[in-house]
């Protein structure tokens, strides 16, 4: 009987733990908010680090690029992998009044800083904001 009643605890106490492994390993990840401005367009968005059963733990970043006036704004991101810049890269363009919203991520496994601006038009970084550093 003591041995029945010793395995049935074992397997509760298994059940247990992996229940709470399972609960923090899909908890959301931790974001943090980010947001820059230029002319009559803002861009506002959060980033984060996700954990995948992969193994990988790709930064990831969102935003809404929203424009209140009648013109072009795009919103661009620059990604440095160990301080070597990857160029300007367009995520999203809005004409006129409205929003538009746009999701990155990047996998590599080595350290990296991403900075965003928002430019007027959507041909290039020309006309643009201050670059902000968002990871």
Not at 22 to 48: I, L, N
Not at 61 to 71: F, V
């Amino acid at each position: 009987m003591r041995i029945r009643t010793f395995v049935a605890t074992g397997a509760v106490l298994a059940a247990a733990a992996t229940g709470a492994l399972t609960q923090s390993a899909v908890a959301a990840p931790a974001t943090t908010p980010w947001s820059a401005s230029y002319g009559t367009a803002a861009v506002a968005g959060t980033k984060w680090v996700e954990h995948r059963d992969s193994g990988l733990t790709p930064l990831v970043w969102q935003g809404t690029l929203k424009n209140t006036g009648s013109g072009c704004y795009s919103v661009w991101t620059s990604v440095a992998h160990d301080m070597w810049g990857m160029g300007p890269e367009k995520q999203a363009t809005q004409c006129g009044a409205g929003s538009v919203s746009f999701s990155q991520e990047d996998s590599s496994l080595t350290f990296t800083s991403v900075q965003v601006v928002v430019c007027r038009g959507d041909k290039d970084t020309t006309d643009c904001g201050s670059w902000v550093k968002i990871i």
